[in-house]
């Protein structure tokens, strides 16, 4: 059958005539000349295997049909977290983020993209703010990325290859870390507490020794609840000259201790908090930072925009490239990382989120989420047969709830509460088995009591049925 | 030549800006019930844990936070806003905008990635497809969508790689890997990072590709993997790969094939075929997603059948019915990143495949590599540039041009004319990544989004460059004269005192120099 070519709106030359009169213009009658470095043997000799071109609307109608099947936390109150968080997005957020200029810009050049180069200056600066650090990196692909980063990052500074890392630790995150670090850098667990998930110093200290670059710990922890030995955990590492490295869910950094005040060296956290819709995981920015010192800033992995002065007075310019040496780009496998295209975009509206709650929006959002998990906790707690949290400690925005009393497997609980029109959190009983029968719930300012209150009621009506 | 001038707002760093007290945004109630029962939030948390001075955020209202980063986008320079021809190795195309209402549509972009399968029925479709569409594309027999840019795919690669070699036990002996000196350098750092030790292999001056012998003569039962690139960022098409695929596999080492560059081959030749056993493309340069200055992007990862047990988790599976999320793979690496990669590049990607349909993106090969030799045409007379490597072959997507003529005459040399270009309204040109091994470098990448008359714009204002460097040379070295910024003082890069990465270190440093004086 012979159809008819189509000239498609993305391709301006792709009319005949024009591509004739260009191949004219080469010098060469067909564009297989242009091939002819290809050997002839890996040319296809037939059409792929896709469908036909499609017009803008009939794109349009199929993929919505498609996402018309999901069902997003706004269809349905959802209570996951593990490092993906439910919150808020600014409409001026999505605004800026929307803007051309920002979504279609690439690598760029000091001069045609001095726009996106201010607000990621802006953004280094506030997340410097929120931890406490003056030294923030460019944005980073993930935390879990950057765990493995500031692990690299940690030896390099000490010349040791051994990092202690609390047994709590997201498992994606340690996973990521060992892909990371194997073969170079031994990772190794400090257990916790198991009344209240604190890290335990007893074992931190017998594990500690001069071999060991760094101590990781997290807070909060993935399992949500608060590490209050912040300091003690940096004094241990310090006095043994090892580093201490704190990861942070940025948000609760409005009302928590900033990690650089607890004398951390390094900081790494998640940015998708900070104005970012999940986007189905897709979402994720790595945040790192530490002390403004030559041995720390020579060693960071990254791109590092710096603030610089132009030849008009008074004016600002900047520069992505500072000592450029670390860089693969200029020293390829001598340099700290292989790092490329980052999540550049995330950490403007990261910045566009972080100046619209300015000091008091950051306080009280911080405050709204650790009121509501908190209420969020003592009600599911009293429900018979359920435990919430697992933990004695103070926690935020997520917390481990258990069921081992109920006699019901998490996967049971949750398909049951989806039928109820609620997603539950997420089932950690093979993540973590000595926590039994557990769940990571997920509460944030965007959770009303109502939606609260609803899970409790489904929640008593689950574990009740036999 | 068309008049051009940036926007220049000289707009305030955002701490400079606002009064105390003013707000941006109001945060969602808490309702009094909560309170009640919790108690103040300050009494939730242990005394050691509790911020006591808040962070020195900036206040300003609503619309004035709007604004100011409306005004720096429009100092910002996206595809969207003029010809990018310029950039090569990025492959700048035009991302379709209607891709951008679905990614935003909460059916999307409020999914979190370990809901239940039964509430993601139609994203897993559209993930289960599009990587059934990028095997067909690539020869590969399954790829996977967690790697988070291209070189994070490269790494993921060559995590899989070390994982192979461990499984038959030879991790141990095969501790090299072999990259030629023309990859991009995320190559040869993801070995590095990996554990290896890296073999550069230099190019035939007069071929631009590593000699044959060369490769036999690195290739040895040390060698864990070779990582091709083809094309090169030069845009010369290695038609050796062939005989570097057999000598590796001869001596029992791994081929990865950096597919950055696989603008100009969709449809027409593919890495599977090619012998590769693995390779990654990057969406957000071919597949069109847009590049969000400097990400997310995303880097699928292709593997050969041999390889798929040793793939990150989870892969998208479909069994008739439903669609789910196998985190059960045998020997699997894990996670190279957390969660299930930038699905909202798989997204758009998804709906540019469909778009085009497979005669629409064999077009968007062919026409990329039309234009590109169209413009080295337009290119061939430009006083002081020349086109290094393959004498009489064509170049595929890109091509890296040589402004040294133009240097031994003028003294000025591609750094010099790329911020002048910045003048004319377009974007600046790509050089090279280092080392320079091409004397002051130039790479532009006229994909098939560009048309005939904005190449003809952009060849224009290359001949001017030339023209100005030999006649009016102090034009460049003043420039930009145009832009939204006068000439940056780029010396503190080299120097730790002088930089500084936030406004409060800016301000110490500044305060400390003061003192000094």
Redesign the interface.
């Given at each position: 059958m012979v159809t008819k070519?189509?000239i498609?709106p993305?391709?301006?030359?792709?009319a005949p005539e024009?591509?004739q009169?260009?191949?004219g213009?080469?010098?060469?009658q067909n564009?297989d000349?242009?091939?002819?470095?290809?050997?002839k043997k890996?040319?296809?000799k037939r059409?792929?295997?896709?469908?036909?071109?499609?017009?803008?609307c009939k794109?349009?109608n199929?993929?919505?049909s498609?996402?018309?099947?999901?069902?997003?936390?706004?269809?349905?109150p959802?209570f996951?977290g593990?490092?993906?968080w439910?919150h808020?997005v600014?409409a001026?957020c999505?605004?800026?983020?929307?803007?051309?200029?920002?979504?279609?810009?690439?690598?760029?050049?000091?001069?045609?993209?001095?726009?996106?180069f201010?607000?990621i200056?802006?953004f280094?600066?506030?997340?410097?703010?929120?931890v406490g650090l003056?030294?923030?990196?460019?944005?980073m692909?993930?935390?879990?990325?950057v765990c493995g980063e500031a692990a690299?990052m940690a030896s390099r500074i000490t010349g040791r290859y051994e990092i202690l890392v609390p047994k709590t630790i997201?498992p994606?995150?340690l996973?990521?870390m060992?892909?990371?670090c194997?073969?170079?850098i031994e990772l190794k667990s400090v257990d916790y507490d198991r009344d209240t998930g604190q890290l335990d110093l007893e074992d931190l200290k017998s594990k500690i020794s001069t071999k060991t670059a760094a101590v990781y710990v997290e807070n909060p922890s993935y399992l949500g609840f608060?590490e209050?030995?912040?300091?003690e955990i940096s004094d241990i590492a310090h006095d043994r000259g090892a580093l201490s490295i704190v990861g942070v869910e940025p948000l609760s950094?409005?009302?928590?201790?900033?990690p650089g005040e607890?004398r951390a060296d390094i900081v790494i956290g998640e940015g998708q908090s900070l104005g970012v819709?999940?986007?189905?995981?897709?979402?994720?920015?790595g945040i790192l930072a530490c002390r403004?010192e030559?041995r720390f800033?020579?060693e960071m992995p990254t791109l590092?925009?710096?603030?610089?002065?132009?030849?008009?007075e008074g004016?600002?310019?900047?520069?992505w490239?500072?000592?450029?040496k670390r860089l693969?780009?200029?020293?390829?496998?001598?340099?700290k990382?292989?790092?490329?295209?980052?999540?550049?975009?995330?950490g403007?509206s990261a910045?566009?989120y972080?100046?619209?709650?300015?000091?008091?929006?950051?306080?009280?959002?911080?405050?709204?989420i650790?009121?509501?998990s908190?209420?969020a906790m003592?009600q599911i707690s009293g429900i018979s047969g359920i435990k919430a949290p697992v933990f004695d400690s103070?926690h935020f925005e997520e917390f481990t709830v258990n069921f081992d009393r109920t006699g019901k497997a998490v996967r049971k609980v949750?398909?049951a509460l989806?039928k109820l029109g609620i997603?539950g959190g997420?089932d950690i009983t093979k993540e973590f088995p000595e926590l039994g029968r557990s769940a990571l719930y997920c509460v944030t300012?965007?959770h009303?009591?109502d939606q609260i209150d609803r899970l409790c009621g489904a929640l008593k009506s689950v574990v009740r049925r036999r | 030549m068309r008049r051009y001038h940036s926007a220049v707002w000289d707009e305030p760093i955002i701490f400079e800006m606002g009064q105390a007290g003013q707000r941006g945004h109001l945060v969602p109630e808490v309702e009094d019930q909560i309170k009640a029962a919790t108690g103040t939030a300050t009494s939730l948390l242990p005394a050691s844990m509790r911020r006591k001075r808040p962070p020195k955020l900036p206040e300003l209202s609503e619309s004035e936070v709007l604004t100011h980063y409306m005004h720096l986008s429009q100092m910002n320079f996206g595809y969207d806003s003029g010809i990018v021809a310029g950039v090569g190795t990025c492959t700048m195309k035009y991302s379709p905008k209607v891709n951008e209402q679905m990614c935003r549509m909460p059916q999307f972009a409020d999914l979190h990635p370990f809901q239940d399968e039964d509430t993601v029925q139609g994203v897993l479709e559209i993930m289960y497809r599009v990587c059934m569409w990028l095997e067909e594309i690539t020869g590969m027999d399954e790829v996977n969508l967690l790697g988070g840019g291209g070189a994070h795919g490269v790494f993921t690669n060559v995590c899989m790689m070390r994982a192979y070699h461990k499984y038959t036990g030879e991790l141990e002996e095969r501790t090299e890997v072999i990259v030629p000196l023309l990859s991009h350098p995320c190559n040869p750092s993801a070995a590095a990072t990996a554990g290896f030790k890296v073999i550069t292999l230099e190019h035939d001056e007069e071929t631009g590709c590593p000699d044959l012998e060369a490769v036999k003569a690195a290739a040895s039962r040390h060698t864990a993997c070779m990582m091709l690139t083809d094309p090169y960022d030069t845009g010369v098409f290695d038609k050796n790969v062939e005989e570097y695929v057999k000598i590796i596999h001869d001596v029992g080492g791994l081929v990865l094939l950096d597919q950055a560059n696989a603008n100009s081959i969709l449809g027409v030749a593919r890495a599977g075929d090619l012998g590769a056993d693995m390779c990654q493309v990057n969406l957000h340069k071919s597949f069109s997603s847009p590049h969000g200055s400097d990400g997310p992007g995303s880097g699928p990862v292709g593997v050969k059948e041999k390889f798929r047990k040793f793939l990150p988790v989870p892969s998208v599976e479909f069994d008739g019915k439903k669609y789910r999320l196998d985190y059960d793979i045998p020997h699997t690496i894990g996670k190279t990143r957390s969660f299930l990669g930038n699905i909202q590049c798989a997204l758009r990607a998804y709906a540019w495949i469909l778009a085009l349909g497979a005669e629409g993106i064999r077009d968007v090969a062919e026409v990329a590599v039309i234009n590109n030799n169209y413009m080295i045409k337009k290119l061939s007379n430009v006083r002081g540039l020349s086109l290094p490597y393959a004498k009489g072959h064509h170049r595929m997507q890109e091509t890296r041009f040589s402004w040294e003529q133009l240097k031994k005459d003028t003294g000025l040399g591609a750094s010099d004319l790329n911020v002048r270009i910045a003048d004319f309204g377009v974007a600046n040109c790509f050089l090279s990544h280092h080392p320079w091994v091409v004397p002051e470098p130039m790479t532009p990448e006229p994909t098939e989004s560009i048309s005939k008359a904005d190449i003809d714009r952009f060849c224009e204002i290359i001949h001017q460059l030339s023209h100005e460097a030999y006649t009016n040379p102090e034009i460049i070295r003043t420039a930009p004269h145009n832009c939204a910024v006068s000439r940056i003082d780029m010396s503190p890069t080299e120097d730790f005192k002088k930089i500084a990465l936030t406004w409060n270190a800016f301000l110490k440093k500044k305060s400390r120099k003061r003192n000094d004086n």
């Open positions: 070519h189509v498609h993305y391709i301006p030359n792709s024009i591509k009169a260009m191949l213009e080469i010098g060469v564009v000349e242009l091939y002819a470095d290809i050997p890996f040319l296809m059409r792929l295997n896709l469908p036909r071109p499609s017009s803008e794109v349009r199929h993929v919505t498609l996402l018309s099947k999901n069902k997003s936390f706004q269809d349905m959802s996951l593990a490092g993906c439910p808020h600014p001026v999505d605004e800026i983020i929307g803007r051309g200029e920002f979504l279609t810009a690439y690598t760029g050049d000091t001069y045609v993209d001095l726009g996106r201010q607000a200056f802006e280094q600066s506030m997340i410097g703010e929120l003056d030294a923030v990196s460019w944005p692909y993930d935390w879990a990325t690299r997201s994606e995150r996973s990521t060992n892909n990371y194997s073969g170079i608060i209050s030995q912040g300091r950094l409005g009302i928590l201790t900033p607890y819709h999940m986007n189905y995981g897709g979402g994720v920015m403004d030559e800033v020579a590092l925009l710096t603030i610089t002065t132009t030849k008009q004016e600002y310019g900047f520069s490239w500072a000592l450029p693969h780009y200029e020293s390829r496998e001598r340099g990382s292989f790092a490329g295209t980052n999540a550049t975009l995330w403007i910045a566009v972080m100046a619209l709650l300015g000091p008091q929006g950051i306080r009280e959002l911080g405050e709204a650790i009121q509501k908190h209420y003592k103070a949750n398909k989806l997603q997420k300012e965007v009303t009591k | -």
